[in-house]
Structures are given as structure tokens and as C-alpha cells.
């Protein structure tokens, strides 16, 4: 208990401390090890090689499920695509509508604003 | 605690532990009312309810394109978004959504040129002000000065009025990403294109190896070590977990186009960047530009941003360096007594009162 008033720790904290600084140590280590160009390396072999398994993979299932004449992912892609140049479209048109109304809002303003100043005069 | 009222209370640690891992989705997370102005495609523009909304130029927040905005608005009394509306600002965000296979063939002048110039549109038309601000975070921070850098041609100047950006990377060729993705030797185009859109998660993953111990065993140790002891905060660790989880898929061009542009190329640096054949050039940014960088950020670290203000024109800069990372730095508990009253008292400065 003197200790502790002391600002000693207990086997506890120590042990507690004597973690941390082992799991700051390994971050550092392992922050080193991810900083290196062949680990670097590494990961994009690995990113590469599972896209394409990814890619194989789910061009098999879609073939299958086309083949039992069923909408497959790629279909539905398609589809969504399709989608997207039409909204693609309508938001353009949308905007050119948008645009002309307050075109004429804007000239009604004026014609209205020139009509009472030659009424005034 | 003794070792044996540690021992004893085991069982019961435990559970709390699994249950608030387990239950970390039950979260909620930007629950600030607000409203949908504008939708397109996958991207979503909210204007955020208010009835005290003091400044006439409105606030357009832009996040990036990996994550989700919702940090912005994380939980009730830790939320930028929040203290925003309180300080009178008209508050409006950019979702850019879940892109999937079908937006693979999006690239950034699709974000640049037609998402975030359409949302600064509806900001405008909804607020019914001529010129706004914009806040970008991290790539959105990017995006926001590739907008403003963008030459619109006989459209003229954009209508920005203040440019705010949090950790942005500008050149992230010294960054630890750009020993993994800056090897030739990877075909950024061909992964694109075989993915379609990149998965949520393997960009989480990529993220969380910049760190890996910490992420993988740290977080969870110290929410244990919490529980032990009696003081985990579930409330703050929960949304947070749940933000970092959420994933959106990236799409597959503009991730090519993002790998090549920042830890390849450095393009902006050069202005030598064109969407849609049409040059980007930082030196248009005339705005008002508030920059603020972390002093330990790893993803978007100091000496990748502050290229930034070499190129830029505007008179009216302001560099806020703080401690703290990428993301803690404005989401962090620090932020709302520090950053945040900062950021406020220089927009409020730049954002004339409402008439």
C-alpha cells in the first residue's frame, strides 16, 4: 500500500504496461513491414489474382443461370445501365425545362417592370 | 479490481463485450432530420431541417467517395452537422450513394462535372442564394477543389463563394498507399474492369493494413480493457464502429482514375488534369480557402496538402494544422470544443447574415 502512495505500480499495471508496450512495439513493426514495396507487391498480386477468381467465379454462376433461361446478374446490369443513361437524359431535359421557365419568368419580370415605368410616364 | 473479482466477473465482461460488437449495426447514425432536395442516379442531396438559419450563403457538404457522410452527422451531441444548424447555418450534403456494378463505368468527371456540379445547383435553387460554400472531407475535399479548378468555359465562374477542406490529399505520392498501388507493375485499369466496381470491403481491409495492428487488435483491446474497468462508452464506440464498417463499393473507373491522379501521376500539381477535355487548374481557385490538415494523419498526411496552397490564387487563405487524425480530427470528442467553434467563426466571417 506504501508503494502504491508512492506512485509504484502493482503487478497488475505492470503487467498491463508491459502488454501495451509490446502491442506499440508490434504496431510499429508491423506498420514497418506494410511500408515495404514487396509487401506493397504482395497485395496487388493478391488484389489481381482474386479479382480475376472473383470475375471466373461469377461468370459461371451467370452462365449457368442464363442457361436455365433466368435474368443473371449481367443482365440485370444491363438493365440498371439502361436506367441510368435514361435518367442520365431526363435530368438533362429536366435542367434545359428548369432553365427556360425562369428564362421567361425572368423576361415577364422585365416586361411587366417596363410596362409601369411607361405607364408612369 | 483484484485478479479474482476479475476472474469472477469473466463471464459477464463477456457478454457486455459480445453485445456491444454484436449489436454495434443497432446504432444510429445521422439521425439529424433532414430532407431529400435531389436525387440522380445513386447521389442523394439533403438539405438538414432548421429554424434558425442565420447565414444567407448555405453550406454544401461533401464527403468521399469511399465511407459514407454520415460522419458529418455521427450521433446527437457529436455531430458537425448539428452544431452547424445551431450556429444558423442552411446545411445541405452530397450522398454519392452505394454505387454498384452499374456505375462501374463512372469515372471522377462524373462526380466533378455532373453530381457535385448538379448538387451545387439544387443547394443554390433550393436556398434560393446566389453563391454557397463548400465543405469537402478527404476525397470530397479533392473533388470540391477539381470543381472550383474546373474550366466551365462561357459558363464562367463557379458559384462558390468559400471552399472548406478538411484533410484533403492533393499529392499522395509519398503516402504508404502509393507503395502499394504506385507499382506499375499493377494494372489499376484491369482490377477496375474485373471488379466492376470495388468492393466495400476491400477497401476497408486496404484502409485498415495502414495500421494494422491498431486496427485489428487495438480498437477491440481497449473496448475490452473498457468493459473491464466498467467505463466502455458504447455510445461513442458503436456509431463510430458502424461508420468505419460502412463500406460503399467504389466504382472501377474512378478508382483507376483516383490511384493514377494521386499516388501516380500528382496531376493536379502539374495541371495537367482533364475531365471532359477540359482543363483543371487549381490557380482558378480564387475562393476564400480555409485548409485544415491532422498532424497524424496517415492517409492524407500535411505534406501531401500543402502543395496546395502554391498553386491556388485566392487572397484570403487559412491553414488550421491540428493534433489528431484523418478522421478523429473532425469527428473526434476534441472537435466539438476546438475545431469546430474555429470553423464556424470563419465561415460566419465569410457568410453575410440573412436579410
Known amino acids: 500500500m506504501a508503494d502504491r502512495r508512492n506512485g509504484a505500480q502493482s503487478p497488475e499495471e505492470q503487467v498491463r504496461a508491459l502488454f501495451e508496450e509490446a502491442e506499440s512495439s508490434a504496431a510499429k513493426a508491423f506498420e514497418e513491414l506494410v511500408g515495404k514495396p514487396s509487401f506493397g507487391r504482395l ?6 489474382n482474386t479479382a480475376a477468381l472473383t470475375r471466373i467465379a461469377f461468370d459461371a454462376v451467370d452462365l449457368l443461370w442464363r442457361n436455365l433461361r433466368l435474368a443473371g446478374r449481367a443482365d440485370i446490369v444491363r438493365l440498371s445501365r439502361q436506367l441510368h443513361r435514361n435518367e442520365d437524359k431526363l435530368e438533362r431535359v429536366l435542367q434545359e425545362v428548369e432553365s427556360l421557365r425562369e428564362e421567361v419568368a425572368r423576361d415577364a419580370r422585365e416586361a411587366r417592370d417596363r410596362e409601369r415605368e411607361e405607364a408612369r410616364s | ?30 439521425v439529424t432530420p433532414k430532407e431529400v432536395v435531389w436525387t440522380h442516379r445513386e447521389t442523394t442531396l439533403y438539405r438538414y431541417r432548421s429554424s434558425n438559419r442565420r447565414y444567407a450563403v448555405p453550406l454544401l457538404l461533401v464527403f468521399a467517395l469511399i465511407n459514407r457522410p454520415d460522419i458529418f452527422d455521427l450521433r446527437p451531441g457529436s455531430s458537425l452537422v448539428e452544431f452547424l444548424l445551431e450556429e444558423g447555418f442552411d446545411v445541405f450534403l452530397v450522398d454519392w450513394g452505394y454505387p454498384d456494378e452499374e456505375d462501374a463505368d463512372m469515372g471522377l468527371d462524373e462526380f466533378v462535372c455532373d453530381e457535385l456540379d448538379w448538387a451545387v445547383r439544387e443547394t443554390l435553387r433550393a436556398s434560393g442564394a446566389e453563391e454557397l460554400t463548400l465543405v469537402g472531407w478527404c476525397i470530397g475535399a479533392t473533388l470540391c477543389a477539381m470543381y472550383c479548378g474546373l474550366d466551365r468555359g462561357s459558363r464562367g465562374r463557379v458559384p462558390v463563394r468559400n471552399l472548406v477542406e478538411l484533410t484533403m490529399p492533393i499529392d499522395g505520392r509519398q503516402s504508404r498507399y502509393a507503395k502499394w498501388v504506385g507499382d506499375p507493375e499493377l494494372d489499376v485499369e484491369r482490377v477496375a474492369e474485373l471488379y466492376g466496381s470495388l468492393p466495400g470491403g476491400a477497401i476497408d481491409f486496404a484502409n485498415k493494413m495502414l495500421k494494422p495492428v491498431t486496427n485489428f487488435w ?33 466504382p472501377g473507373r474512378a478508382w483507376a482514375e483516383w490511384i493514377e491522379l494521386m499516388y501516380r501521376d500528382a496531376g493536379l500539381l502539374r495541371g495537367r488534369v482533364r475531365l471532359r477535355d477540359r482543363l483543371v487548374d487549381l490557380r482558378r481557385i480564387d475562393q476564400s480557402v480555409l485548409v485544415i490538415t491532422a498532424g497524424a494523419d496517415h492517409i492524407a498526411s500535411r505534406p501531401g496538402t500543402m502543395p496546395f496552397f ?12 491540428r493534433p489528431g487524425g484523418h478522421i478523429g480530427l473532425v469527428a473526434g470528442s476534441a472537435a466539438r470544443k476546438e475545431l469546430w467553434p474555429e470553423m464556424s467563426a470563419w465561415l460566419a466571417e465569410r457568410s453575410e447574415p440573412k436579410s
Open chain 1, 43 to 48: 497485395l496487388a498480386l493478391s488484389a489481381e
Open chain 2, 1 to 30: 479490481m483484484s485478479v479474482a473479482e476479475r476472474v469472477m466477473r469473466f463471464p459477464v465482461n463477456a457478454l457486455e463485450y459480445a453485445n456491444i460488437l454484436l449489436t454495434t449495426d443497432d446504432a444510429a447514425v445521422g
Open chain 2, 218 to 250: 487495438t480498437t477491440y483491446r481497449r473496448l475490452w480493457d473498457g468493459v473491464q474497468d466498467g467505463n466502455a462508452r458504447r455510445e461513442s464506440y458503436q456509431p463510430m464502429a458502424k461508420w468505419v464498417g460502412d463500406n460503399p463499393p467504389f
Open chain 2, 310 to 321: 502554391d498553386l491556388i490564387s485566392s487572397e484570403d487563405v487559412e491553414h488550421m494544422d
